[in-house]
């Protein structure tokens, strides 16, 4: 059997060679811990620098601004703790939105759990906030507002810089999981006024295990690792190699951006073409990446993802897969559950050919015609 198609960039994206050549050095020869202070440990720690300043650069941030950890979740949780557990913090609210990934609002839940008070803030049901209803949400107990750049499962892209005013407009802290967003979508710290930030590497074609906290000056947060005090607060001997590697994928993507956004146009634009049974594109048809389309398929007596092993696709976030939950994403804008388990999530980038997607299309294609067919 043939390799399926691989369509699935929202769970993690292929390592870009070139990353993996900066990775390369700091195996087995540059083996160097980066906080000791010889020869094999500054090699380390200018590995680590330059690699901090890779990932500043791509948010207007300054690079000791920038602590890794590893990954997204990571740092949610220590945003999100570490903001609620700060000395000193007298406000107990947490306002997030009911679309957020499973790492923010389970954080939340358990902060619920030992005294914060948490605001789940309905979406439309094109997957957007009302910025009314977000309004209403707040007030001066409101510690902080935590909100996706990209939707991991739909791909709508929220108005950070009005969230950004209506946090602030309470004294609130402003989060932004910017897992999916961080290197495909033009994100400033400044412009968004935007006080933390969680990055990860394996959504931009970097190594899993490795991402990072921004954190603007002088907002205070708890560590989430006691130990050695590394990373300015987040304890552990850092990884170089993956570290570098983060630091390569965020260079490349600042200076291919454009490029990426318009190849993931046009394969958004060609599968769309080539469907031709009934679907729903389930999100903001304007305001997203467009490199996540989810497809909503009607008169599926199974889900659809079983009729397609040509295709390496998903129906909702990887962390969820294993659950066989319905998507809360999707059944937050409103959608049935049998409808939300009959969903597709594809993704695709960077190294996604035009012919894969037309042969994806072809396949789903003959798939939905078949269920179509034997429900007649």
Known sequence: MSMPIYLDYGATTPLDPAVADAMAPWGADGFGNPHSAHMWG?????????????????????????????????????????????????????????????SVLETAQYLAGIGALVTVVPVRANGLVDLGDLERALDEDVALVSVMA??????????????????????????????????????????????LMSITAHKIYGPKGVGALYRRPFTVITPLLHGGGQEDGR????????????????RIAGRRMAADHAHALMLHERLLAALSVPHTVNGDLHARWPGNLNLSFSGMAVPLIQQL?????????????????????????GLAEIAAKASLRLGFGRF???????????????????QLEDAA
């Open 42 to 102: 500054y090699r380390a720690k200018a590995a680590v620098e330059l690699a901090r300043e890779h990932v500043a650069a791509l948010i207007g941030a300054p690079p000791e601004s920038i602590a890794f950890t590893s990954g997204a979740t990571e740092s949610n949780n220590w945003a999100i703790k570490g903001l609620l557990t700060a000395p000193g913090q007298t406000r107990r609210r947490i306002v997030t939105l009911a679309t957020e990934h499973s």
């Open 309 to 333: 092993p040509g295709l390496a696709i998903s129906s909702g976030s990887a962390c969820a897969a294993v659950t066989g939950r319905a998507s809360h994403v999707l059944t937050a804008l």
């Open 352 to 370: 996604t050919t035009a012919a894969e997607i037309d042969a994806a299309a072809a396949q789903i294609n003959a798939a939905v015609q078949r």
């Open 235 to 250: 304890s552990g001997t850092l990884p170089t190699a993956l570290i570098a590697g983060l630091g390569e994928a965020a």
């Open 150 to 195: 990209v939707n991991n499962e739909i791909g709508v892209v929220q108005d950070l810089a009005a969230i950004s005013a209506l946090a602030h407009g309470v004294g609130a802290v402003f989060h932004v999981d910017a897992a999916q967003g961080f290197g495909k979508v033009p994100l400033g710290v400044d412009a968004m006024a935007i006080d």
